[in-house]
């Protein structure tokens, strides 16, 4: 058996416990630790969304719904923040650094967009049904709900601020896509000094299964660690 990481700077209130992730164990103070749900908003999991009208399968969003309200029914009840980051654009996608930006060429939805002007209720645009948070995840008294405008919960965002307001080190990733946004964003908690753990079965990929694999994969060799829905919520109860 592998030996565990030792808990990071452990304080006076330290409830620390033990979590099974791969490769190895993590010792994590619960005190420190926060729940992240990554784009579980209609435009990307919902029927009727931007995904689903594009052809491309949302089944497997809908298998990790359960998974994250189990996780975050439990994270609250034991006193762990929950933190919502979403993708939210102005209608005139302003912030999208226009034709001159890789961006403007290579985004998925930006280009959807373009060629489906009548799906606009359908992306995450601001004050757009395809922006909302999905019924079955909506925020609860007490969670914190960030807006994000690229791919990763840190670019011009607030999230490290929040983060270090409330001195979170454990980040538990959940949500879409696992090869997209939640790797982008784990990787930047990686760099900037949190530990990045990807909750494998309460994230979901977009396009082949290998990319699911990729992540895992690159989470474990290099970024982070990976554990299961039950695995946390076995270390909240501990």
Known sequence: MKQKVPIAAPASGSICVELKTRPEPLEIDLNRTAVVIIDMQNGYVSKGGYIDLCGSDISRYEKIIEPIKTLTDTARSKGLKVIYVVTKHP?????SGGPDSALWHKDFALNLK???PEWEDTFTLRDTWGSE????LKPQEGDIVCEKMRMTAFYQTNVDTILKTYNLKYLLFTGVATNGCVEASMRDAYNIGY?????SDASGHLGPDFTQAATIHNMEALYGWVATTSDCINAMQA
């Not at 209608?91 to 912030?95: G, H």
């Not at 948070?133 to 079955?136: A, D, R, S, V």
């Not at 530990?195 to 909750?199: N, R």
């Open 133 to 136: 948070i999905i019924n079955e």
């Open 91 to 95: 209608p005139d996608l302003s912030d």
């Open 195 to 199: 530990f990045p753990i990807l909750v």
């Open 114 to 116: 373009r060629k489906h």
